[in-house]
Antibody
Framework: EVQLVESGGGLVQPGGSLRLSCAAS????????MDWVRQAPGKGLEWVGR??????????EYAASVKGRFTISRDDSKNSLYLQMNSLKTEDTAVYYC?????????????WGQGTLVTVSS | DIQMTQSPSSLSASVGDRVTITCRAS??????LGWYQQKPGKAPKRLIY???SFQSGVPSRFSGSGSGTEFTLTISSLQPEDFATYYC?????????FGGGTKVEIK
């Protein structure tokens, strides 16, 4: 069974940093691109960014709203995905989901984690 | 960036009704579109991929159609468990973008 479990959320002050993790199991993690998606309270879904797999040199893509502040990385040996968030702003307050990219049936997301809440507030 | 305009933003319907939700892309995205259902406090769940392909395990009352710039999600006979918010997602080009969502409520 595919499982994605996020952790690391919490309360942080504006300008601060936080690192989120996503532990994957039930599939060959190294075979998949992985993404982060967020959802501000009461709002819609917003794509944050992507890390490709080793065969694609682990290259990344980011939304303009987080580029230069957030960094996505992965450790295939630990089946883990990370989101390093720096220079946090109040507008970064959201539930952050990790999502598996489905290569076999279009590059959309077939599995999501349960999410972890990040609150940026003084 | 590709803008995804989803309509309506909300609707009220009764059990058994046929419901149609539309997403319009600001430029052609072939069939690089998925539909997701989200219930309060839960992660989104994929219903349709590649615009019209059925996700395994999803009831057959959900169907998708369209290509290019116009896409539709149809629920043929609304069930009590279908009351939720629905989103489209384009994955044709970066940044990936979601529609604004359609909240389906009980009439």
């Amino acid at each position: 069974e595919v499982q994605l479990v996020e952790s690391g959320g919490g309360l942080v002050q504006p300008g601060g940093s936080l690192r989120l993790s996503c532990a994957a199991s039930g599939f060959t993690f190294s075979d998949h691109y992985m993404d982060w998606v967020r959802q501000a309270p009461g709002k819609g879904l917003e794509w944050v960014g992507r890390t490709r797999k080793k065969a694609n040199s682990y290259t990344t893509e980011y939304a303009a709203s987080v580029k230069g502040r957030f960094t996505i990385s992965r450790d295939d040996s630990k089946n883990s995905l990370y989101l390093q968030m720096n220079s946090l702003k109040t507008e970064d307050t959201a539930v952050y989901y990790c999502a598996r990219v489905d290569h076999s049936s279009g590059y959309s997301f077939d599995y999501w984690g349960q999410g972890t809440l990040v609150t940026v507030s003084s | 960036d590709i803008q995804m305009t989803q309509s309506p933003s909300s609707l009220s319907a009764s059990v058994g009704d046929r419901v149609t939700i539309t997403c319009r892309a600001s430029q052609g995205i072939r069939n690089d579109l998925g539909w997701y259902q989200q219930k309060p406090g839960k992660a989104p769940k994929r219903l349709i991929y590649a615009a019209s392909s059925f996700q395994s395990g999803v009831p057959s009352r959900f169907s998708g159609s369209g290509s290019g710039t116009e896409f539709t999600l149809t629920i043929s006979s609304l069930q009590p468990e279908d009351f939720a918010t629905y989103y489209c997602l384009q994955h044709n080009s970066y940044p990936l973008t979601f529609g604004g969502g359609t909240k389906v409520e009980i009439k």
